[in-house]
């Protein structure tokens, strides 16, 4: 399930993700995307993991359509709150590796440094 949550951040797409996501869930938070890039501004997100549950098919090539489309380049910075230890450090990873986009992961005991992190963003 992908659920948009309030962070309290203007100009940031935040949701949590617990369990599978479906096509529809995704094509919701892909419209968001698209919404920030057609007024010109950077995509910043905040995405809490709860638990990971799988990707239906379709909502991963929904996903993958988006990035061959429109690129990362309307990205600006992402932070992903993780309950898993492992996740953080994945994205951290990611975020080396994906130099034009600044990617960071936090436990969830820091959901606040996330926060700060976003807020500075900009």
Do not use: C
């Amino acid at each position: 399930m992908l659920e948009f949550i309030d962070i309290g951040i203007t100009g940031v797409v935040a949701y949590r993700l617990e369990g599978k996501v479906s096509t529809e869930e995704m094509k919701s938070a892909l419209d968001k995307f698209r919404a920030i890039i057609d007024q010109g501004e950077q995509i910043n997100i905040y995405q809490e993991v709860t638990s990971l549950g799988g990707v239906e098919f379709a909502a991963m090539k929904e996903k993958l359509k988006f990035f061959l489309e429109l690129g990362w380049s309307n990205f600006g910075r992402v932070a992903v709150v993780a309950e898993k230890k492992w996740i953080p450090k994945l994205v951290d990873l990611e975020g080396k590796l994906l130099k034009r986009v600044e990617m960071k992961g936090f436990s969830m005991e820091e959901k606040d440094q996330a926060i700060a992190y976003l807020k500075g963003a900009g």
